[in-house]
C-alpha cells in the first residue's frame, strides 16, 4: 500500500472510521442529540476532504479505485444529500417516535458505499460498493419497525436487492470470463486487443445493466419502488431516492462509458428501450396515484427514466462526456427538489401513515402560503418547466440525446413530460384551488431545508453556468 | 470443443441409469414392512419430541447471525496465519483492522444484549 492509495480513499476511511466511533459513543453515551450532531461534523468533515481531491485525479490499489472528477461531483452530491437527510429526520424521528441512534450510524455507512461506487473501477469493487450502500438502506426502510408498512417495504426492498445483486455477480462472473480480468482498464485493453469473447461480454454487460436497472428503479425493474418508497420512513424514502439512485448511475456510467464503448452497437438498443418505456410507464402510472409517497415513487421512476437517457449514446466517444456531463447535472437538480418536495410531505405528514394523500393537500395554499411556494416551485421544477432546475436539467439531458442523434428517444421525453405536468400540476391545483384544514407541521430544520432547497431550485436555475461548468469538468477518466 | 464432454455425457447417462436401476431393484426385492417407528420423522435417532413445523422463538435467529459473523472472522483467520510469515508486519495491521472493525460490532452487539438470554 501506497501513500497514493491511502489518499485515494482518504475521504471514505475518515466516513468510516467515524461512523464506527459514532456507533460505539452513541451505544454506550445514549444520547441522540449528540449522535445527530456529531454524524454532521463527520459528513461535513468529509465533505471537506472530497472536495479537495478535485482535479487531483488519483488512481490507487492497482487501479481497483479512480479518483477524478466525475467521482468528486457524486460524493459531494452524496454527502449533500446525507447532510439534507438529517436535517429531515432530526425532527421527524422524534415525531414518529423512532428517535434511534443507528439511523446516522446507517446513514453513514450507506454513503460510505455509494461513495466507493463513486470512485470504483474494479467489477469487484463495484459489487463491494453495492452491497455496503444496500444493506443499511435495507435497514433503513425497515426503521419504523414495528409499523407494518415499514417491516414490508424493508423486507421487499431486502429480497429484491439481493436479488438484483445475484444479477451483477453473474453479469461479473460472464465478463470476468469473455476478458479474464475484472479491472475496467484490463477489460478495455483487452477489448482493444480483440481478446475479448463478444458474445460472453455482451451477456455479462447485458447482466450488470439489468442488476444496476433494479437499483436506480427502471422499468421493467420497478416494481418493489413504490411499496418500498411508501412504506419507509418519509426521510429514509428521501434518501434513497437520490443517494441509490445517483450511486447506481455512478455504476452504470463508469462501467459502460469507461470500459466498454465498443459493445454500443448491442447495449444502446436496450438502453434506449429501457429509458423509452421508464419514461412512459413511470409517468403514466405517476397520475393515477391519490398518494403523495407513491406519486413520488412513480415521479422518481420517471426521472430515472430521463437520466438512462443520458447513457444511450455512450458509445460515440464525442457525445459521451456531454452526456454524462448532462446527467450529472440532472442528477443534481434532481437532488436539490426532491429534497425539497419530501421536506414538504414531512412537513405535512402525521403518525400511523397518515396526512399522506393528495387530499391533505387542500387548502395548504391559503393557510400556509410559504410552504405552498415552495411546493409549487418544486413540482414545477420536477415538470421542467423554467424558472427551476428541472428545467435547466431537462434542457442540458434532451439537447445530449439529440446530439446523440437520438431524437425519437427525445421526443418521448418531452412528451411524457407533459404527461407529468398533469400530476404534479394537480398537487399545486389542489393546494391552491381547493378548501380544507391542513395541519402543517413547523420545526426548524424542516423550514430551514425547504427554505434552502426552493431558494436553491429558483436561484442555481439561474445561475447555472458555473455548475454546469463544474458537471462538465466532471468527466470520467477513460482508459 | 463439445467431443471432449463426452466423456463426462456418459458418465452422467451412467450414473442416472445406474441409480434407477438400483431403486428399482430394492423396490422388487426389499423386504415391505411399515411400522410407526419407521413413519415418524427422523431427529438423528432420538424420539421426535412434538411436530416438526413448531414455531422458532426468534433469538435463535440472532444468535445465528452472530455465529455466522465470528465464525467467518475465523474463516479469516486461517488464510492469514498460513502466509503470515511472508507478508509479516503488513499482514499484522490489516488483520488488526480486521478484528478493530468486527470488535465495533461485537461491541454494539453486547451492549444491546444481543448475547442476553432471559
Known amino acids: 500500500m501506497t501513500t497514493t492509495d491511502l489518499l485515494s480513499v482518504f475521504p471514505l476511511l475518515i466516513l468510516i472510521l467515524w461512523a464506527c466511533l459514532v456507533l460505539l459513543l452513541d451505544v454506550f453515551l445514549k444520547r441522540e442529540r449528540l449522535t445527530t450532531i456529531l454524524t454532521a461534523i463527520g459528513l461535513v468533515v468529509t465533505l471537506g476532504f472530497s472536495i479537495s481531491q478535485n482535479n487531483l485525479n488519483l488512481t490507487g490499489f492497482n487501479n481497483m479505485v479512480v479518483v477524478d472528477n466525475f467521482a468528486v461531483y457524486l460524493n ?31 446513514l453513514m455507512f450507506s454513503i460510505s458505499g455509494m461513495m ?34 415499514s417491516e414490508e417495504a ?52 447485458a447482466l450488470i445493466l439489468v442488476g444496476f436497472s433494479f437499483k436506480v428503479a427502471v422499468v421493467p425493474f420497478q416494481m418493489w419502488t413504490p411499496d418500498v418508497y411508501h412504506g419507509a420512513p418519509s426521510a429514509v424514502t428521501a434518501f434513497m431516492a437520490i443517494g441509490a439512485k445517483a450511486a447506481g448511475f455512478a455504476a452504470l456510467m463508469r462501467i459502460f462509458v469507461a470500459a466498454l464503448p465498443t459493445l454500443s452497437e ?46 444511450v449514446s455512450y458509445g460515440q466517444s464525442s457525445v459521451a462526456s456531454v452526456s454524462v456531463s448532462a446527467a450529472l447535472f440532472y442528477l ?21 401513515g397518515k396526512g399522506l394523500a393528495l387530499d391533505d393537500y387542500a387548502g395548504i395554499g391559503r393557510k400556509y402560503p410559504a410552504l405552498a411556494a415552495a411546493m409549487a416551485i418544486f413540482m414545477l421544477s420536477f415538470t421542467g418547466v423554467p424558472p427551476t432546475l428541472g428545467f435547466v436539467g431537462k434542457f442540458y439531458l434532451f439537447r445530449a440525446v439529440i446530439d446523440g442523434g437520438y431524437i425519437g ?29 391542513p395541519e402543517v407541521r413547523s420545526e426548524p430544520w424542516l423550514n430551514l431545508t425547504t427554505a434552502f432547497t426552493a431558494i436553491a431550485t429558483i436561484v442555481l436555475s439561474i445561475f447555472s453556468a458555473p455548475i454546469l461548468q463544474w458537471a462538465s469538468q466532471a468527466i470520467l477518466s477513460t482508459f | 470443443m463439445a467431443i471432449e464432454f ?17 431403486v428399482f431393484l430394492g423396490s422388487i426385492f426389499g423386504p415391505k414392512r411399515y411400522i410407526n417407528t419407521k413413519m415418524m420423522p427422523y431427529e438423528s435417532g432420538m424420539t421426535p419430541i412434538g411436530p416438526g413445523t413448531r414455531r422458532m422463538n426468534v433469538r435463535f435467529y440472532l444468535i445465528a447471525v452472530l455465529f455466522i459473523l ?49
Open chain 1, 76 to 106: 459531494i452530491i452524496f454527502l449533500g444529500s446525507g447532510l439534507l437527510a438529517i436535517s429531515l429526520a432530526h425532527d421527524y424521528l422524534k415525531r414518529m417516535g423512532i428517535n434511534r441512534g443507528e439511523f446516522y450510524v446507517l
Open chain 2, 6 to 22: 463426452l466423456p463426462i455425457a456418459i458418465l452422467f447417462v451412467l450414473a442416472i441409469a445406474l441409480a434407477v436401476f438400483i
Open chain 2, 70 to 118: 465470528f465464525d467467518i472472522e475465523v474463516i479469516f483467520f486461517l488464510p492469514w496465519a498460513v502466509v503470515f510469515r511472508s507478508l509479516g508486519l503488513f499482514a499484522l495491521i490489516e488483520m488488526l483492522v480486521f478484528i478493530g472493525i468486527l470488535l465495533v460490532g461485537y461491541v454494539y452487539a453486547w451492549k444491546k444484549g444481543a448475547l442476553e438470554w432471559e
Open chain 1, 154 to 205: 424493508g423486507m421487499k426492498y431486502f429480497l429484491l436487492g439481493a436479488f438484483s445483486g445475484g444479477f451483477v455477480v453473474y453479469g461479473i462472473a460472464l465478463v470476468f470470463g469473455a476478458t479474464a480480468t475484472t479491472n475496467l482498464s484490463g477489460i478495455a485493453a483487452r477489448i482493444a486487443e480483440h481478446q475479448a469473447d463478444i458474445p460472453l461480454l455482451t451477456i455479462g454487460a
Open chain 1, 332 to 352: 443534481l437538480s434532481y437532488a436539490v427538489t426532491n429534497f425539497g418536495a419530501w421536506a414538504v410531505v414531512i412537513a405535512v405528514e402525521k403518525a400511523e
Open chain 1, 409 to 437: 428517444l427525445a421526443v418521448i421525453g418531452v412528451l411524457t413530460s407533459l404527461i407529468s405536468a398533469f400530476y404534479y400540476l394537480r398537487v399545486v391545483v389542489i393546494m391552491y384551488m381547493r378548501d380544507g384544514e
Open chain 1, 116 to 149: 466507493l461506487m463513486a470512485i470504483a473501477a474494479d467489477l469487484i469493487v463495484f459489487f463491494l460498493a453495492l452491497e455496503l450502500l444496500s444493506i443499511p438502506l435495507y435497514v433503513l426502510a425497515a426503521f419504523a419497525r414495528p409499523r407494518v408498512e
Open chain 1, 266 to 311: 448491442q447495449i444502446t438498443p436496450i438502453i434506449w428501450v429501457l429509458a423509452a418505456l421508464t419514461m412512459i410507464v413511470g409517468n403514466i402510472v405517476a397520475v393515477a396515484q391519490s398518494n403523495i409517497k407513491r406519486m413520488l415513487a412513480y415521479s422518481s421512476i420517471a426521472h430515472a427514466g430521463y437520466i438512462l437517457m443520458a447513457l
